[in-house]
């Protein structure tokens, strides 16, 4: 605005010398004065505040945060009960689906009183397909009343999973909501390379982006092994493969998106790859997509689990394997809530 009005101002005062010299053309010439010229007004520069650069968080540093929030994640989340709705869909040789079924079940972490390192995820199911299920507390008080009698912790596990999972057809799903992000784990790390990719933002949150890829066989992610299973939490996966597979080669690989402030797992989608000997490319035989939601308990909890299940096919007798959509599983939580004592067995609560 400065520089506008100076301009319209040093135009008046040229017009007003011009018509003084007309008016004074047939007079004795007046003495000539002089006019010193306007001012200029220079604009006042505005500051520049220049702020540090912050120090960019190494990958080590995020990935080493991340992985205490995971351990605090499981502590935390083995004294929780929520509502869980889980819907399985099964689909037909050309992709398209053919028959699915809802699950609604009353969800508790079941701690094992022989072994309190063991804990699974117990489904009280409530209703399937809208209709409920009407011996559904009986069956919560038999089932906790022969766990008692169990012989071991693994016979407990072995139970109470048996009895969560008697709708789930040609799945067996668990343990998706005890363990987030399991390849942070300090004993399982070492068999992958990580990458940070870049940030984004995830429900309003910024977020780092890290990827991980498996670089070599690990005894924490197991895949149709029958062996003894390790002494840490692991990984676990089993899957039909054609006959002429002989070494599968599977491999895990995804990515994780990490809150910038809290550290906390906010998404993850993980991959389980094969690539048989004379196979140009990687398979993936399942994958998972899970999603954490705010609560009120402290920490993010399980929003969304997609479990999307392949099925492993060869072309007549030949190398030759594909993989084509078979099952897909997902769970949807809508509240969790603090438990007021572990939940064991002998322990009932409705």
Request: hydrophobic share 35%.
């Amino acid at each position: 605005m400065t520089r506008k009005l100076f301009f319209l101002f040093f135009i008046a005062i040229v017009a007003n010398l011009n018509i003084a010299g007309i008016f004074a053309q047939n007079s004795r010439p007046k003495p000539k004065t002089k006019t010193a010229p306007p001012a200029r007004i220079t604009p006042t520069p505005t500051p520049v505040i220049i702020l540090p650069t912050p120090t960019p968080v190494s990958l080590e540093t995020i990935v080493s945060e991340a992985e205490k929030q995971t351990e605090n994640y499981r502590e935390e989340f083995k004294n929780l009960l929520g509502d869980e709705k889980k819907t399985f869909e099964t689909f037909d040789k050309n992709g398209k689906s053919k028959k699915q079924t809802v699950v609604e079940s009353n969800f508790i972490a079941y701690q094992s009183p022989k072994d309190e390192t063991q804990v699974t995820e117990y489904r009280n199911v409530v209703k399937v397909d809208g209709k409920s299920v009407g011996d559904s507390d009986k069956r919560a008080a038999d089932l906790f009343e022969n766990l008692a009698k169990s012989a071991s912790a693994q016979q407990e596990l072995e139970n109470v999973q048996k009895e969560s999972s008697r709708y789930d057809k040609t799945l067996e799903l668990n343990g998706f909501t005890l363990n987030q992000a399991p390849v942070l784990a300090e004993h399982i790390r070492p068999f992958f390379d990580f990458q940070l990719d870049g940030q984004e933002m995830v429900d309003g949150k910024d977020v780092y982006v890290v990827s991980y890829r498996q670089k070599s066989k690990s005894p924490y992610v197991i895949f149709n092994d029958s062996q003894p299973k390790p002494d840490k939490f692991f990984l676990s996966f089993e899957a039909e493969l054609p006959k002429q597979v002989k070494e599968p080669n599977a491999l895990l690989r995804g990515k994780i998106w990490i809150d910038k402030q809290t550290y906390q797992i906010r998404r993850e989608h993980r991959e389980l790859t094969i690539q048989p000997a004379d196979t140009p490319n990687q398979l993936i035989i399942n994958e998972t997509e899970l999603e954490y939601q705010p609560s009120a308990v402290g920490i993010l909890t399980p929003k969304r689990i997609v479990f999307t299940d392949y099925n492993v096919k060869s072309k007549d007798k030949s190398a030759s394997i594909s993989a084509v959509l078979d099952t897909k599983a997902t769970f949807v939580y809508t509240k969790f809530t603090k438990s007021e004592v572990e939940v064991k067995s002998g322990d009932v609560k409705n």
